[in-house]
């Protein structure tokens, strides 16, 4: 049973508009949040966290959100780039345990 | 600082052969990390090492095994490969500071 869902395998949004990532988990237990990017041919590169304590984090372009209630979180990139194009994974994990990945989302930004 | 480092980076075995794979971690970072990305299933957690103990176990069969040497760097092996073992292996590394993990290129696995 899967317990992180990305249950869009892909999305294409126009260069310029707001690319919505999302992620659902199952265990409440789950405190550390974590979006990597991952070109191909390329191991995954960390992008930006959130820990449960908070809602929300900004990096620049990128922005995650946090709905420990709906036990969902989502990536915001504003604007989005041709460059973002990439395949975005959402990661999650307890206190020294195994970091849990979700199956990834591609993204494509269209020029 | 260097980052990730992982030998080979392409492997051709047939099945039945054996394999092991290399890392290096991030100097300073005691904890090795391994995963295997096929198409369609994400990133799959194999196992972690941490000061040479074996951390954490995901759900592969004993096929798979690894260890940590004094120096962090880790190596994993498997044994009597199947097609299904064809993937991309990942290896991470991470600091008992920050709860992020940096990967590594990765070892492309292709089993004949």
């Known amino acids: 049973d899967q317990q992180v869902k990305q249950n869009s395998p892909s999305l294409s949004v126009q260069e310029g508009r707001i690319s919505i990532l999302n992620c659902d988990y199952t265990?409440?237990?789950?405190?550390?949040f974590l979006w990597y990017k991952k070109y191909p041919a390329e191991g995954p590169t960390f992008l930006i966290s959130?820990?449960?304590?908070?809602d929300k984090n900004e990096d620049g372009r990128f922005t995650v959100f946090l709905n420990k209630s709906a036990k969902h979180l989502s990536l915001h990139i504003v604007p989005s780039q041709p460059g973002d194009s990439a395949v975005y994974f959402c990661?999650?994990?307890?206190?020294?345990?195994?970091?849990?990945f979700g199956p990834g989302t591609s993204l494509s930004v269209i020029p | 600082k260097a980052g990730v480092t992982q030998t080979p980076r392409y492997l051709i075995k047939t099945r039945g052969q054996q394999v092991t794979l290399s890392c290096s971690p991030i100097?300073?970072?005691?904890?090795v990390s391994w995963y295997q990305q096929t198409p369609g299933q994400g990133l799959q957690f194999l196992f972690e090492?941490?000061?040479?103990?074996?951390?954490n176990k995901g759900n592969f069969p004993g096929r798979f095994s690894g260890r940590q040497f004094s120096n962090s760097r880790s190596e994993m092996n498997v044994s009597t490969l199947e097609l299904g073992d064809s993937a991309l292996y990942l290896c991470?590394?991470?600091?008992?500071?920050?709860?992020?993990?940096?990967f590594g290129p990765g070892t492309r696995l292709t089993v004949l």
């Open positions: 991470a590394s991470s600091s008992p500071v920050l709860d992020t993990q940096y």
């Open positions: 265990n409440s237990m789950f405190d550390y």
């Open positions: 959130i820990s449960s304590i908070k």
């Open positions: 990661a999650v994990k307890t206190s020294y345990d195994k970091v849990i």
């Open positions: 100097s300073g970072h005691r904890s």
């Open positions: 090492y941490f000061s040479e103990t074996q951390r």
